[in-house]
Nanobody, 122 residues
Framework: QVQLVESGGGSVQAGGSLRLSCAAP????????MGWFRQAPGKEREFVAG????????YYVDSVKGRFTISRDNAKNTMNLQMNSLKPEDTAVYYC???????????????WGQGTQVTVSS
């Protein structure tokens, strides 16, 4: 397993932006396929976006396409989620996850961060 540390969550008004970051001290994230999940109170955990270990492929759920961008910064050993045009429906705890099997919703993600709260008010 990889210890993942998330940051960047917070509270914004609808239409605002946040940038989430995922780091793994002592490990190289470029060795893993990576993904972001979110979970709102009373709802199941939902896959949001993923990126391949090479950074050459991305996957987004339809609800965030055009608004969210997943990326890697290998020089800083981080994986990021830029969230623009945020909606109240985006309110959730967001989790960073690492996989050795893929970067889409059907991949197995064996390592998880602690979660960071994103709250979007109207």
């Amino acid at each position: 397993q990889v210890q993942l540390v998330e940051s960047g969550g917070g509270s914004v008004q609808a239409g605002g932006s946040l940038r989430l970051s995922c780091a793994a001290p002592g490990r190289t994230l470029s060795a893993y396929d990576m993904g972001w999940f979110r979970q709102a109170p009373g709802k199941e955990r939902e896959f949001v976006a993923g990126t391949s270990w090479s950074g050459g492929s991305e996957y987004y759920v339809d609800s965030v396409k055009g608004r969210f961008t997943i990326s890697r910064d290998n020089a800083k050993n981080t994986m990021n989620l830029q969230m623009n045009s945020l909606k109240p429906e985006d309110t959730a705890v967001y989790y960073c996850a690492a996989s050795t099997t893929g970067w889409g919703p059907m991949a197995h993600f064996g390592s998880w961060g602690q979660g960071t709260q994103v709250t979007v008010s109207s």
